[in-house]
């Protein structure tokens, strides 16, 4: 503090950091992004333990009738018409001595899903609880499996079924179990989940539970589509980059491990080669995947939206690929079986381990005070630079105190000068955020598209049209735009995005480090007098939008799909209608959060390339 | 009715003073007896009772029983020390499933629940209460000592004496439930201690706590109740009834064929009555005509819970019922494919909401009358860690808002005393009411947490009385056997009943410090406030000066020489 009280130690360190403000900047940032790739190399990492005592050893047995029953299974759904063949399933839940509810639900879609060939969704959930003997129905896992259209899935509702008539015969439960079929994947999930919890976030329409189990402590979510698979991929990633606990992932691949299942992260497996280069490639391309699968905020399973409700959940996807050896049911039956009287025998939720990390294999991982300190690096610039600004804008005032006369005080600019570009940039990104839902239906009318391509082309429109806003609207209130004007705008706008993006990496860091890689380079670096032309390509190519699509490229070159432009500019627009669509669906806040605030925050930067 | 009761007290004590001057024991009489009971779920009830009666009355003042027969002492000396005038205590390991399993004859809710009626003359009733719950804790080998004035509670309606008597003073009540409370093996042998025979003989020997705890429920409870010697009523008796109920699952144990037999379900066959006991039955539930083995020529009908049953009876103090195998295992196959009677009345309570900051309890209560409406009385209690906003309990029925007839609420209060919401609610005919109100979850101190913070916290049952209209009065297709003469007007004398419902406890997680982060809390905070507080103390506190610019060595080392010449200093 005798920084604060000694003025001239105090001009000295101010000194410093003005004169030698852009040499720490662009160390700060090259270190951010070293740090950050870093985290993939192995003697930097953690290896993976088990940090809860409950989830001891545990003996394992399981039958092998879950082949029977998808077929069986299958030929109902045949039935059905590819629906759910809901009557059979009660049946065959009740004649495994469940308790069996179904739930029905409907949603209407704010515009048609091409991904999904959807809009009126109408289905039906059917579920069984295992109530566990002498248990007063306070405490329940979950074991689900979508029954999706086509033969797809048929297979995890057969083990699910096999399962339950297992576990039925056991005697060892203290939580009572809920085996949940749903239809239509997530949405059915949701629907289960809010009526669960009594809860209705995103205006679906369903009839209400008939049968509870107390709190849900974990749930796991099947995904299998035939009959031998290869390997086991388990799938972390929830709503708005939420993970489960790191202590579910430390159980799968300790199961895996004990019964010799082949297990994979992002489809990825994982090799002991670290010291080699090509060892460290994978090691970073895995990490990178769930990077930016965290970042895009969707559920890339049923169990994302477990994690709303503090319910630890993963996705096991079973995966059937040209390789030799082969796992059939019975042992993925087993694995599950070991995994769920795991969480059977624990005391508390899971608490002991990591919420917040990245794996770069499922037996290592990187916790939040290392990867923390990539995001502080690039995001300190931000704040250098304000201080920066701060000190030139102090400067001046400072010399006029000292000054005889106080009429050559440069006045300051008013609060409207910077109150305008920040008020117009908010209301584009309001309008980003509202109109191609609304305006889906006048654009179908007068342009030959379909509603999704209207709502995806909108909102592009709009994008596109934020930038040739009048944006020196402070020429209009001062005439001419002052020196001192870009100057408070850009502190304040730099702040904003430190503010903005600091909240995002605390709850999404991998959103948060993106965003800031991208914006913090030309937000640093903006001011009026830089060559117009160039610097503006460089914004536009720099924007959230471009970052979207450059993501969508690095992915597909990740899973090793990769796309043409024409493929990936197609990828980028349903990129888009996905996010609108989850935000309305499943309440995902990436989009939101992109349109409302790093838009116009991006927006208030552009106005500063062109204030005169 | 205090003045009534002073009479009435003082004319028994005349009465039984006299009686027992001649110092002749009182007479004392134990019964025991099991009834069986398939369910439709498949699985199989069986509920014990064993029942102590003695025609005396230990809360006179000035008398001193000192001698006991079959009625337990233990329990007989904390009656008397404790002005005990009626006592209910259930432990319970499981939750009675009543849409599958239908009403238990005795419900009781999940973990331990205790209800204590004191003598009118107690004064310091809370003193009372907390010494009881210590001695009973001690001669159940129970957690009944965790009971406290933050979980005890006085009912003013819900909680009525069975017993003779008609104390209406709540004041004089005081009610607790341990949820979490896991009933064992050391809560078992307790139990049969208090039995006269013990497990030695009679239907105790049945009570095998390996066959008793393999179960999916299981429920035992001792009812300690003044009541009356005859039919005159003119003086008081004791009864003590210990009961036991326990639920079989025949899945996991029978690989799913419907048979049973008693050696199945507790390892152990009858072979004779406790020689105590002038009663020893055994009832064995054939209303859905399950094969029997021995067949049994007694039968017996009686009107249970609103629905009429049909029992074989087996008396044990006969030498027959025990044929020449001296050993009686009765064996029983049904098909169990009746409807059954669905209940009227069921109840069920989750937590709704998410976040750690605030939720929603909601209780539901279903009425399955087909035409008739019947008013409940709910009770909840709800510890004072989830603050109730009372002014947002809404009660509807058929989606429409349903105002109780009679609400009674005492707040909590942090730290001292449970909520306690009592409510009287008309139940319309076939619908559902839900009751609901909001709480906010609150903040403990971090030495106020369970050693496992993470697993929640529990919050007990909600209770649910009722009279409930009778099925029997509304089984108005006279399809049975009955004479005409009966069944004219169908309102008969068993038209009601009463039944409690309990729902099930919620488990709440409550916001939960990391504790592993105190060392860390204490390094940080000390860091702060030593450098962080000390120098804006420092800075706020300090006047500021604008100091000479010190002069450079050489010019001080010049000056300090000049000093010495008498020559005028440098600057």
């Known amino acids: 503090m005798g920084l604060l009280s000694d003025p001239s130690r105090r001009k000295v360190l101010t000194g410093l950091l003005t004169r030698l403000n852009t040499p720490i900047c662009i160390v700060c940032y090259l270190a951010g992004i070293v740090w950050f790739m870093g985290l993939a190399f192995e003697p930097f990492t953690l290896r993976t333990y088990m940090s809860e005592n409950a989830m001891g050893s545990t003996m394992v047995s399981s039958g092998e009738r879950a082949l029977s029953l998808a077929k069986e299974f299958d030929a109902h759904k045949r039935q059905a018409y590819d629906g759910m063949p809901v009557e059979w399933l009660v049946k065959a839940m009740q004649s495994r001595g469940l308790e069996v509810f179904t739930q029905s639900f409907s949603r209407k879609l704010p515009f048609p899903d091409e991904n999904k060939e959807r809009y009126m969704v109408r289905g039906t959930n059917v579920y069984g609880i295992l109530r566990a003997p002498r248990a007063p129905r306070t405490e329940a896992l979950v074991i689900s499996a979508p029954c999706s259209p086509g033969d797809s899935n048929n297979q995890a509702v057969g083990l699910l079924l096999a399962l339950a008539q297992y576990f039925r015969n056991q005697v060892y439960w203290a939580k009572d179990i809920i085996f949940l079929v749903n239809e239509h994947d997530l949405m059915g999930t949701q629907a289960w989940l809010e009526a669960y919890h009594h809860t209705n976030i995103t205006g679906m329409e369903y009839s209400p539970l008939q049968g509870r189990a107390g709190s849900i402590q974990a749930a796991l979510s099947l995904e299998l589509s035939s009959d031998v698979i290869t390997s086991l991929d388990l799938i972390l990633e929830g709503l708005n980059g939420q993970l489960p606990n790191l202590d579910l992932a430390n159980l799968f691949y300790a199961f895996c491990q004990k019964l010799g299942v082949l297990c994979t992260i992002q489809g990825k497996l994982q090799r002991n080669d670290w010291d080699t280069a090509e060892g460290y490639t994978h090691a970073a391309q895995t990490m990178m995947l769930m990077v930016l699968k965290q970042a895009c905020g969707r559920s890339w399973g049923d169990h994302g939206l477990f994690l709303r409700y503090h319910i630890e959940a993963a996705s096991v996807r079973g995966i059937n690929s040209f390789r030799h050896y082969k796992t059939d049911a019975a042992t993925i039956g087993r694995l599950l079986e070991g995994m769920v009287r795991k969480l059977n025998n624990l005391l508390e939720r899971l608490h002991q381990s990591y919420f917040f990390y990245l794996l770069p294999s499922l037996s290592r991982f990187v916790s939040i005070g290392c990867y923390m300190l990539a995001f502080g690096l690039l995001v300190v610039i931000l704040l250098l630079r304000a201080l920066d600004l701060w000190v030139h804008l102090g400067a001046p005032a400072l010399a006029a105190v000292e000054g005889v006369t106080e009429a050559q005080q440069p006045s300051g600019p008013g609060v409207l000068t910077v109150l305008t570009p920040v008020v117009i940039s908010h209301l584009t990104g309001v309008a980003l955020y509202l109109l191609p839902v609304h305006l889906q239906e006048m654009a179908v009318e007068h342009f030959p598209v379909s509603e999704t391509e209207a709502v995806v082309l909108t909102a592009v429109a709009i994008y596109t049209a934020g930038l040739a806003l009048p944006h020196n609207t402070q020429r209009l209130l001062s005439g001419e735009g002052t020196e001192q004007g870009w100057k408070v705008l850009k502190l304040t706008a730099l702040l904003y995005l430190a503010v903005l993006l600091g909240c995002t990496a605390l709850i999404n860091f991998s959103l948060g480090f993106i965003l800031a890689v991208t914006l913090v380079p030309i937000t640093a670096s903006m001011t009026p007098h830089m060559p117009k032309a160039l610097s503006a390509l460089v914004m536009v190519l720099l924007s959230p939008a471009f970052t979207v699509l450059y993501c969508v490229f690095i992915y597909q070159e990740l899973i090793e799909a990769p796309v043409s432009v024409s493929e990936g500019w197609m990828l980028f627009l349903s990129v888009i209608s996905q996010g609108i669509l989850d935000h309305a669906l499943y309440g995902s806040l990436v989009y939101p959060l992109l349109a409302l605030f790093i838009y116009p925050c991006w927006l208030m930067f552009w106005n500063i390339l062109f204030w005169s | ?571």
């Not at chain 2, 049945?206 to 009812?223: D, G, I, P, T």
């Not at chain 2, 009876?313 to 001296?326: C, H, I, K, P, S």
């Not at chain 2, 409550?510 to 860091?527: E, G, K, R």
């Open chain 2, 1 to 571: 009715h205090t003045h009534l009761n002073y009479k009435l007290g003082l004319t028994l004590q005349n009465r039984t003073s006299e009686a027992l001057t001649p110092a002749a024991a009182a007479r004392d009489e134990f019964q025991e007896e099991l009834v069986i009971r398939p369910l439709h779920s498949g699985d199989i009830y069986a509920s014990f009772q064993f029942r102590t009666l003695w025609d005396t009355d230990f809360l006179q003042e000035g008398q001193k029983v000192s001698h006991y027969r079959l009625f337990p002492k233990s329990l007989g000396q904390v009656l008397s020390k404790f002005s005990v005038r009626e006592l209910h205590i259930s432990f319970t390991q499981g939750f009675w499933r009543t849409m599958q399993w239908g009403q238990p004859f005795i419900p009781s809710p999940p973990g331990a629940e205790l209800w204590v009626w004191f003598h009118d003359t107690v004064s310091d009733v809370d003193g009372n209460w907390k010494e009881l719950t210590n001695v009973l804790s001690g001669i159940f080998c129970a957690s009944l000592n965790f009971i406290d004035l933050t979980n005890t509670v006085q009912p003013s309606a819900s909680f009525k004496p069975l017993g003779l008597g008609n104390a209406t003073d709540h004041r004089f009540l005081r009610y607790a439930t341990l949820p979490r409370e896991i009933v064992c093996t050391e809560n078992l042998t307790p139990w049969k201690k208090l039995l006269p025979c013990g497990s030695k003989a009679g239907l105790a020997v049945l009570l095998k706590s390996e066959k008793l705890f393999h179960s999916s429920f299981h429920s035992q409870a001792v009812h300690i109740r003044p009541v009356c010697q005859d039919e005159q009523c003119t003086s008081k008796a004791w009864e003590l009834r210990q009961t036991l109920n326990v639920v079989f699952d025949l899945y996991t144990a029978g690989q799913g064929k419907k048979e049973w037999s008693l050696f199945k379900m507790f390892s152990r066959t009858l072979t004779e009555a406790c020689p105590l006991a002038t009663s020893s039955k055994v009832y064995v539930d054939i209303t859905d005509n399950p094969e029997l083995s021995p067949a049994t020529p007694l039968l017996s009908q009686a009107v249970v819970l609103g629905d009429r049953r049909t029992y074989s009876v087996f008396d044990l103090t006969r030498a027959e019922t025990f044929g020449q195998l001296r050993s009686l295992n009765l064996l029983l196959r049904w098909k169990g494919d009746g409807e059954m009677l669905r209940p009227l009345l069921h109840a069920e309570r989750y937590v709704a909401g998410f976040g750690l900051q605030t939720g929603e309890i909601h209780t539901v209560i279903y009425n399955n009358h087909p035409y008739r409406a019947f008013p409940v009385l709910l009770m909840d209690s709800v510890p004072w860690y989830l603050q109730l906003y009372i002014h947002t309990l809404t009660v509807t029925s058929k989606s429409r808002d349903n105002k109780p007839s009679y609400i009674h609420y005492q707040p909590a209060k942090d730290r001292h005393r449970p909520h306690l919401l009592e409510m009287l609610i008309q139940l319309p005919p076939h619908s559902m009411t839900e009751v609901t109100v909001q709480f906010e979850r609150a903040l403990l101190k971090w030495t106020e947490y369970t050693p496992d913070p993470n697993h929640g916290f529990y919050v007990g049952s909600s209770v649910v009385s009722a009279l409930v209209p009778s099925m029997v009065a509304m089984n108005t297709n006279f399809t049975q056997d009955q004479p005409l003469f009966s069944s004219f007007v169908p309102v008969k004398e068993e038209s009601s009943y009463f039944v409690r419902v309990y729902t099930e406890p919620l488990l709440v997680n409550l916001p939960t410090p990391d504790f592993s982060m105190p060392y860390n809390v204490i390094c940080l905070t000390c860091t702060v406030v030593a450098v962080g507080y000390g120098s804006f103390y420092n800075l706020l506190t300090r006047t500021f000066q604008v100091d000479e610019p010190s002069l450079p060595l050489a010019k001080r080392l010049a000056n300090l020489i000049r000093r010495i010449r008498g020559v005028p200093l440098l600057t």
